[in-house]
């Protein structure tokens, strides 16, 4: 008798956590079918040409060839192979090169662009801790102009295209920028402010200039590498895309920040001496790039040292000693006796820090 108590005993536990099995599943299945109909697990849409679905989203997105292929079609390791597709198929098409999508145009110019000034300096003195590098600058610069400034070192040069790209605060006065956001200026400091040992690839690293439109999430997508691959091609970088930048000459690392800047598709343009030891080959092909962002009605501001290649190249020059010494034709700005004034000025200040502090203006953008 004892055993067939324990016998029901068991039976009874059995059925009862076959019951609570059978319970979960039947909960969990429950929840599975409303999920979809919640919005929280959704199947993808059926469709009764998958198949062609399928082939377009393939034809739409490029694959990466091997070496070997690469070598037998005549393309570059690494490089985007295009699927072919018929004359008149769908999907979307490539985006058209570079020169035909000038800076400046569409939603990346948000300010008029028949306004007669870009900039416009308002008593504008920079610094640092307070003590002042450019003194009560007053002007503008007009839209799609080709600036140089110019100036004997430590005359405030880079510290006034870092206030341009809103990187420095004005301690007085203000600058206007016709409109212009932040982002939609592009900005090459000098070389010394990278670091070569960053493990990045030139592919890679020009597809930088790409943040404002993908942020950090977002993928390049077919038509985003065709404009990195044809930004590489401009600047003569092309079979380098794989290449680690910490490998690169001073020149072929100025021409692949040059590509970079290049897909930020600014209409504002600010150069940190672009040209400082680099060879003169790539002087010669980055330079013919700057008259073609130029003649593409891009704002282009460069500060140079070269003062013959500043009167071969540019039209307008500002001459800049703490203070503004000459503004004008580079013709008129670049006289002797303008240059030794700018000198003797520059010398006076010595290196800035016995300069009189200033009183910071609150009301400074």
Not at 17 to 45: D, Q, S, W, Y
Not at 219 to 238: D, K, Q, S, T
Not at 286 to 291: F, G, I, M, P, Q
Request: charged share 20%.
């Amino acid at each position: 008798m004892p055993l067939l108590a324990a016998e029901q005993v068991r039976i009874r536990t059995t059925r009862r956590h076959a019951g609570n099995a059978a319970g979960m599943i039947h909960f969990f299945a429950t929840v599975l079918h409303l999920a979809p109909e919640r919005g929280k697990i959704r199947p993808p849409p059926q469709s009764p040409d998958h198949r062609a679905l399928f082939a377009s989203h393939v034809a739409d997105h490029p694959t990466f060839s091997s070496a070997a292929p690469a070598a037998a079609s005549g393309q570059q390791p690494g490089a985007v192979r295009r699927r072919r597709r018929p004359p008149g198929g769908g999907g979307r098409c490539a985006a058209p090169p570079l020169e035909r999508h000038p800076l400046g145009t569409g939603v990346n110019f948000a300010a008029d662009p028949r306004a007669a000034a870009l900039l416009r300096f308002d008593n504008l003195t920079l610094g640092y801790n307070r003590h002042p590098a450019v003194h009560h600058l007053q002007g503008e610069i007009a839209n799609g102009s080709l600036l140089a400034i110019v100036g004997p070192n430590g005359a405030g040069k880079s510290t006034l295209l870092k206030a341009i790209a809103g990187e420095l605060r004005p301690l007085q006065g203000r600058i206007e920028r016709g409109g212009l956001d932040r982002r939609q200026i592009a900005y090459l400091t000098q070389q010394a402010t990278l670091d070569q040992s960053f493990p990045i690839v030139v592919h890679d690293f020009v597809a930088m200039g790409l943040w404002r439109e993908i942020g950090a999430f977002l993928g390049l997508g077919r038509e985003r590498r065709h404009r990195v691959h044809e930004a590489i091609e401009r600047v003569g970088l092309l079979g380098l895309e794989k290449r680690p930048i910490g490998a690169l000459s001073g020149g072929q690392l100025q021409r692949a920040l040059f590509a970079r800047l290049m897909l930020q598709d600014a209409p504002l343009v600010l150069l940190d001496e672009p040209y400082g030891a680099i060879d003169a080959a790539s002087v010669r092909d980055l330079a013919t790039l700057v008259r073609q962002w130029h003649d593409e009605g891009r704002t282009v501001i460069a500060v140079l040292h070269d003062l013959a290649h500043v009167r071969q190249e540019y039209p307008e020059a500002l001459l800049l000693a703490r203070e503004l010494v000459a503004r004008g034709e580079t013709a008129s700005v670049l006289t002797t006796a303008n240059l030794q004034r700018a000198r003797r000025l520059a010398e006076g200040h010595g290196d800035g820090t016995g300069a009189a502090i200033c009183q910071v203006d609150r009301d400074a953008p």
